[in-house]
Every structure is written in C-alpha cells, then in structure tokens.
RNA sequence: GCGCCAGUAGCUCAGUUGGAUAGAGCAACGGACUUCUAAUCCGUAGGCCGAGGGUUCGAAUCCUUCCUGGCGCGCCA
C-alpha cells in the first residue's frame, strides 16, 4: 500500500521535471512517507517539498502545489491535502485498504513475511554461556533476544542460522573440572578443603554423584586424567541441562559450535598464521600481540602468552575469522553488556582483515536484575545462590517470561521482580493479547453454532464495514509487514511486542463497542472476516516471537 | 582518569531513525456485564523529555559541556 503510494509520487515528481514545473532534478534515492500521529492528517504524509526546498529555492508550500497538481488523478487517494510547513497529506480510499483483508487471506501464514533480506547469509550467535553451571535469568534475556532477532531476520527474508558457540576448552572447563573431583572425593568419605574459586554450588554435587556411578571413584587415575575425565563429563552433562531449558523456553539452535574443536583441527593456528602473514600481529616480551590499536582499539592485544598458551581473544579472533569462512555475509552477536569492552578488539581485527567492520553487529543485552518482593537476589554461580532460568520459568511462566523480555529495548536495563511478574498475571500484557486472540476464536464458535461458516472473500460486501474502527483496523492490520521489516533491519523485536499490544486494544475496543455476528447476514459475514483477519495477524506476531496462541483462555 | 549504555507522567517503559498538539500500561479517581469470554471497555487527572549551550524551516531524537545511575578498562574467562 505504502510502496503503491510512493511509486506514484515518484511518478508525479518526474512528470514535475519534464514539465519544467520544478527545475532541480533532485530526485531522493527514499521519499519518505510515514504514518502522521494524527490521523486528521491522513493515512501517510511525505515530508518531500521540504527537502526540495533548498536545492529548488522555493517556498515548501509553492513546490507542494505543483506536485499535488500533478499527483491529481492518481485512483489511490481520496484526498490529498498541503498543512503545515508543507507537508502533503494522502487519505487512500477505502477500496484500496479493503485489499489488505485479501492479502492477509491469500497469505495466510506468510503476511508479514517479505524478501528485503534477498536471502543474505545470516548467522545469530547467541547465549553462548560457559558450559560450567546452568543458564540464569540474565541468559534468558539474551536468548530470547537472540532468538526473536533471528526469527524478524528469517520473517523479512534473511537466510539465518542460529549458531550457540561452546567454550569447552578454557581455564573455567578445568576449574569444573577440578571441582567436581573434590567433591567426589567428598563423597568418598575425604575430608577435602574447597578452594575458594572453584564452583560451589550444590549442582556440582548433583554432577559428581552421577560420575561416580557411571564411572567409579576414579582412584586408579592420576589426578590430571581424573580432571580431565570431569571436565568433560562435567561439559557434557552441563550442555544437555542447557539445551533442555532453551527447549522448553521454545529455543533451538542450528549449530552447537565447540571452541575445543578449533583447537582439535588447529583452527587457531591457522587463522593465527592469516594474520601473521598480513602482518597484524607481532612478537613482543615473548607473546604474540594484535595490532589492534591500528584500528580504533586503544591497546594491542595478547593473542599467545609469553609461557605459550592461548588467550579467549585467540579462539574468539580464530572463531569469527571462521564464521566468515563459511559464508556469512553478516554475523551478530547477541552478549552481555559487561562485555562491551570488547566490541573495539573485534571489529579492529575484522577491519584488519578487510571486512566493513559493520559485517559485525554486536548487540548489547543489559543486565537483569532479579527481585523478589522488591529485594535483589545476589548472583554469582560460584556462591551458588542463584535462580535458574528453569526456575523462573517454571514460576512465572514459558509465554510471560518471553514477553516481559521482548517488552523492553534490548540496551536498557530491566527489573525482573519474580513477585511482581506472578501477581501481575491477571493483567500483564502477555494475556492482553493472547486473549485478544482467544476472543475471535470464541465468536468463530458461537458462529458455526448459529450455523454461519466463515465467510469467502468473495462473499464479503466491504461496503458492510463503514465504521470508522473497522477502517482503523484494517490500516493497522496493514502496518504489520512494515514493522517485521523495521525489527528485522534495526535488530529490535519488540516492535512487533508494541504493535501486538496496539492491535489488541485496538480489537478489543472494537469488541466491546460492537457485535460482530449481528441479525444483518452481509455485515455478520463482512466482520466476521475482518476479526479473522485480526486472529490470523494476532497469531502470525505471537508466533513469530515464540509465543502461544491460545484458542480459549 | 578513559570508554560503553541509560536518564521521558508517582512507577515501568514506547516514541515510526529529524516532523505537525510528546504516547501507552500499572498505580489514583469516576463509570459500563439479562447481548459474541469483564484476563475487557469508556472517561478524568498526571510532563522544564536530567541541566546548559549549539546545529535548522523544525530537536525527546544530531553535536558539545556538565550531573546522576549501571557496566567495563588483565599475558582472567
């Protein structure tokens, strides 16, 4: 609809050229066309005789005039109006909005799906925790973000994998490693002294009781074999305990990439020796350093330490350098905001290599802290006092616990009072819109039982929906594949959470105001149509974002 | 000290990437169920967009200097 619009008045600007009307040739590579807060405005309104009002040097209103003589004619609008400053204002005909309901009846599923992605390789690298303890409330955040991010990329028509990279292969798998050993030894009757920076929490427990029946108390083995036989069970086990949560939050990855297993194919050799030759890096005190400070960093990086071992910059550089080995025209990682610090060493290294150091969009989750009764809980997984995700999930529930972290933009730090979320149950905006949904299902009902089917496009008589809201509706309902694009290219899914929110109150304005299935067959069989239009973009945006549907609630 | 993020109604947050009179939810107050689900709706009230300066036809949005809160600044992961 907009797109129809904008070619026209593209078309009406070169008719203004040719006619020697207006003589700059400017001819902007977007006309910008929005939505006006108030709708007495219209249904769009383009800013464009303002900005030709310095390259034509004339009054915004006079070039106003001349397109909108131009524009005259066009079978689209209704109206079309100069305000302002020299705005022009377009009402589109009803006709022309009516057809939205038959896109959205053809598509089904699909509305809101486009192509502007053309199929450009994308991969969302997400949640990625250390394998060493289970997910907390502050992975949630970003694995929903993650997830939602990847889902509008899918939606607008970007090719994207979902990648969780594992790092099996660090100080913190050992330091597991070690602890678990300790505690089987525990277990064993030993009186052992824990270390303060091993990991405490109960579940390593959990984990070294299962060890020992699979495996025996490991007295025969020397103590590194030992570690190393607990780190990777300890890995292991820890995985599948991850992988289950994300499953029952709705998550599924791709690809589960092993940063061990760089090593294991001497990746990071490799890609180290890449550098090398292009001459980024150099030896100094023994290490091997990233001339990281060519490229906006403000320090060079240590990539192999003096005794030899490799820092996490190293597998990390190794990593991504591989990611765009494989293909992927752009990559996005999803971190914790405390990690920020190393946003400036990573694009260094991609702008060393050559690439447009945008091919990397690292997106910033900000922390959550967790409450109850408004008191924050202490995290920390080597104190163990934490909350799962699991449990969080299990308290406050799969749909709301999504939503409340799509809800809020992903830089801005978020409250989570686990009291609050419960008690507020009954109001909290998840159930808003699912019940919106929940409703159109109900009148689908109570239609089929006073035996009326649903209604055909071609039996529906739009001229039966003349009310203002029913108009209103249908523009919003229009608006839902713009905003799956804006998500999609601007890495924002809640967006689409506002928008829901929007066409919910929307309908359930509507609902309260009037009855859908009325003695009037024609008007019955037109609004029933548009409510159905509601559901199917209702449950289109829900399950876009990983949420429910429910058909009664 | 340097850097990143945030600062908008009492609280939690949006604000279409620079547009017209700054919006929603919660909380407060007043109304609406013999009619498709009241997990809903209608109305009232609530603002120095952290502060100052700048850029232009036009700024919550852009540049700059401060203030407040959070997070970073290792040959740790």
């Not at 807060?37 to 219209?42: A, E, I, L, S, V």
């Not at 990279?165 to 030993?190: C, F, H, K, M, P």
């Not at 694009?485 to 066409?503: C, D, G, M, T």
Request: proline share 4%; net charge negative.
């Amino acid at each position: 609809m907009k797109e129809q619009l904008r070619l026209a008045i593209r078309a009406a600007l070169d008719q203004c050229y040719s006619e020697e009307s207006l003589n700059s040739g400017v001819s902007p590579d977007e006309i910008q066309l929005e939505i006006p807060k108030n709708p007495d405005h219209g249904d769009f309104s383009t800013n464009l005789a303002m900005t030709l009002a310095k390259p034509e040097r004339k009054a915004p209103r006079k070039i106003a005039e001349v397109l909108v003589a131009a524009l005259q004619g066009t079978p689209l609008c209704d109206k079309i109006e100069i305000a302002g400053p020299g705005f022009i204002n377009f009402r589109l005909t009803a006709a022309c909005w009516y057809e939205v309901l038959g896109q959205i009846s053809t598509q089904g599923a699909n509305y809101g799906r486009s192509q502007v992605g053309e199929g450009t390789k994308v991969q969302v690298e997400f949640v990625s925790a250390n394998p060493t303890g289970p997910l907390h409330i502050g992975h949630g955040r970003g694995a929903v973000v993650g997830d939602a991010v990847a889902s509008v990329l899918q939606a607008a028509g970007f090719d994207v994998q979902r990648e969780y990279y594992v790092n099996d292969a660090g100080n913190q798998v050992q330091t597991l490693g070690r602890s678990i050993l300790l505690r089987l030894r525990e277990l064993q009757g030993e009186v052992i002294e824990f270390p303060e920076d091993g990991y405490q929490a109960p579940y390593v427990v959990d984990l070294a009781t299962k060890l020992q029946t699979e495996h025996g108390d490991l007295k025969e083995m020397i103590e590194n074999e030992a570690i190393e036989l607990c780190s990777r069970f300890g890995v292991k086990e820890v995985l599948e305990w991850i992988e289950e949560d994300l499953k029952t939050f709705g998550i599924t990855f791709d690809n589960w990439y092993s940063e061990k297993s760089l090593y294991d194919r001497d990746m990071v050799d490799q890609e180290l020796a890449k550098l090398e030759e292009k001459g980024l890096s150099f030896k100094e005190d023994d290490a091997l350093w990233l001339r990281t400070t060519e490229f906006g960093d403000d320090k060079d990086r240590v990539l192999i330490k003096s005794d030899g071992s490799y820092t996490y910059f190293a597998s990390d550089v190794a990593y991504h350098m591989e990611k765009f080995d494989r293909g992927f025209n752009r990559v996005i990682d999803v971190w914790g905001a405390d990690h920020h610090g190393y946003i400036p060493r990573m694009k260094a290294m991609l702008t060393g290599l050559g690439h447009p150091p945008e091919d990397l969009e690292v997106l910033l989750i900000q922390m959550v802290n967790l409450l109850r009764d408004g008191k924050p809980f202490i995290m920390g997984k080597r104190s163990g006092n934490f909350v799962t995700l699991k449990e969080v999930i299990e308290e406050v529930g799969r749909d709301a616990c999504r939503f409340y972290f799509l809800m809020r933009r992903c830089d801005s730090q978020l409250d989570f009072d686990l009291e609050l979320a419960k008690q507020q149950s009954s109001d909290n905006p998840v159930y808003y819109v699912q019940y919106a949904h929940a409703r159109v299902c109900s009148i689908n009902n109570n239609a089929a039982k006073s035996g009326v089917a649903l209604p055909k496009l071609e039996d529906i008589d739009f001229s039966h929906l003349e009310l203002a809201e029913e108009l209103a509706l249908v523009k919003q309902l229009a608006r839902f594949p713009e905003t799956v694009v804006s998500a999609a290219l601007s890495y924002e899914p809640h967006r689409v959470i506002f928008y829901l929110q929007e066409l919910a109150a929307q309908f359930h304005s509507y609902y309260n105001r009037y009855r859908v299935l009325v003695d009037d067959h024609a008007t019955t069989q037109a609004r029933l149509y548009l409510v159905n239009s509601v559901r199917t973009v209702l449950e289109n945006a829900l399950q876009l974002l990983g949420l429910s549907a429910p058909e009664q609630m």
